[in-house]
């Protein structure tokens, strides 16, 4: 279930193939094969291969609202969402912080998630799935019921949480946080923790309303996307090392429309490629 890519050749050979009879769409159809799209890579098996890829992303494009876009991971997720070639809405508390690059070909919304309800209630209108990139500990509980709640009222097909690590099950049955919070410098590990199951248990109370899946990181850094080999996930179960930004946000994108085993899960996340040090 990691990123993957279509190569340059491929792309061309798409757009060449597509050109003639939807000259229309070969903006579209360029801009999405560039994306990580789907969980197998395309090898190569064929050119024809390639360009049915580039055509069914173009055609598959679906209606993405990215709550709070201009964070760490919300830049990464209004990335791979764009370059997927799904109609995109951003909604933003300061959406002023997005570049004009990142802005292109998005539906900007101004608005706070719990300071504006009317206005996230209308960007929620139509829209297939929300991805939730909300952060800021103090707010969080509140904030990811808001998106839940508004995302359920408006119809939204599925909504994408971001949890952490720690609340994923250990072999022996208990939460991981309860071993590293033993490690120095830790400690803090254990509120954070109770606070993303709670999160995950509301969501799951409401999941008859809001599909949903829940994803579990560790630690994230900077990285380009599957720069660390194919992203590992499990079921609630811990994933190891640190992940990268664009891969988890490439995963979420991949996973926010369409057949997805994760639904209703806590996903644990890790590199294929540990780090150099270890």
């Known amino acids: 279930h990691g990123a993957s890519h279509i190569t340059a050749t491929q792309t061309a050979v798409c757009l060449a193939r597509r050109i003639t009879l939807l000259a229309a769409l070969v903006v ?16 190569s098996s064929g050119d024809a291969e390639a360009a049915d890829t580039c055509f069914t992303m173009a055609a598959a494009a679906a209606k993405l609202l990215v709550v709070a876009p201009t964070g760490k991971l919300g830049k990464h997720v209004l990335q791979a969402a764009r370059a997927a070639g799904h109609n995109v809405t951003a909604y933003a508390r300061k959406p002023e912080k997005l570049t004009a690059e990142e802005a292109e070909g998005v539906t900007v919304v ?12 209308s ?5 297939d799935a929300v991805l939730s990139c909300v952060g800021g500990l103090d707010t969080l509980k ?21 949890g952490g690590g720690g ?14 919070v033993k490690m120095d410098g830790l400690e803090w590990l254990k509120d954070v923790s109770l606070l993303h199951q709670e999160n995950f248990d509301y969501l799951a109370g409401h999941a008859d309303a809001l599909p949903f899946i829940f994803m579990c990181p560790g630690m994230m850094e900077e990285g380009a996307v599957g ?10 179960k811990p994933a190891g ?31 294929a490629t540990p780090p150099a040090s270890e």
């Open 123 to 127: 960007a929620m209108e139509g829209q």
């Open 227 to 236: 720069s660390q080999g194919p992203l590992l996930v499990t079921k609630d």
């Open 142 to 162: 509140a904030q990811v019921k808001a998106v839940a709640d508004a995302a359920a009222a408006a119809g939204v097909k599925r909504g994408l949480f971001v």
């Open 28 to 43: 579209v159809v360029a801009f999405g094969c560039t994306a990580s799209a789907s969980a197998a890579d395309v090898g």
């Open 167 to 180: 609340i994923l099950t250990t072999d022996k049955g208990t939460p991981l946080w309860e071993d590293l």
């Open 241 to 271: 090392n640190a992940v990268l930004y664009a891969d988890v946000a490439a995963f979420m994108v991949e996973n926010a429309v369409g057949e997805t085993e994760f639904l209703g899960t806590r996903v644990g996340m890790s590199p």
């Open 110 to 121: 101004k608005g706070d998630v719990l300071d504006t309800p009317d206005i996230l209630a």
